[in-house]
């Protein structure tokens, strides 16, 4: 399945069975059509760097962050030249303590990209990446304190039809995890599709379209002090909490 995932709302807004025979690169067109994406930012994982998805974000009147991994390499390896050799970064730097872990993100970004600009002559046409304006890199360091344990550094490309501030780069990229946290994680423990062994038919689609309408129902209730998976439980067991999820 691929899914689109209102990050802002934590709502699942659609979703495409991906065919047995092909992968998620042709799910995500299907998926794109069927959404009205007007002046929304559209963040998608390396599988979904390609030319004709880049041009279908835009044609939907949206904009798109994409990131760049090695299905695409040449791509990736211009934007790590022009990163490592650029002079025209912009950066913002982010801090995080969580759990005896200590995060520091650099987020940079060279924006407006024109077509035949020196060190981006892997861009021939930006129309074949959907009105490409923007290369950002995210660089992380984790570090863990009371531990021997070693730091961790990562970094991560993307490539983006916006021209933004680096903050805001940050923002969205960090907003594109939502989905594994808010929906991925919840339907796993709440309604245990980890563990579902429906595979004939239609059945396994069928009822993560299911699923997935109740985890938005059970959203919907901001005053509940408990979890999901408990907010469910309530429901099969109080008509009245059912009818207050239903809005009947």
Known sequence: MVSAFACTNSLVLGQVKTDEKSNEITAIP???NLLSLQDTIVTIDA???QHEIATAIIDKDADYILAVKGNQPQLLEHIEDEFFFGKNTETTISEDLDHGRIETRTCSVITDLPAGKAGFQF???NNKWGNLKTIVRIESIREFKNSDKPSETA??????SLSARPKDFQNAIRSHWAIENKLHWMLDVAFSEDASRKRIGNSAQNFSILNKIALNLLKKDTKAKVGVKSRRLKAALSNNYLLKILNL
């Not at 970094?155 to 983006?160: E, F, L, P, Q, T």
């Open 30 to 32: 299907e998926l794109l």
């Open 47 to 49: 599988m979904g760097c």
């Open 123 to 125: 861009i021939e046409d």
């Open 155 to 160: 970094k991560r490309y993307y490539i983006s």
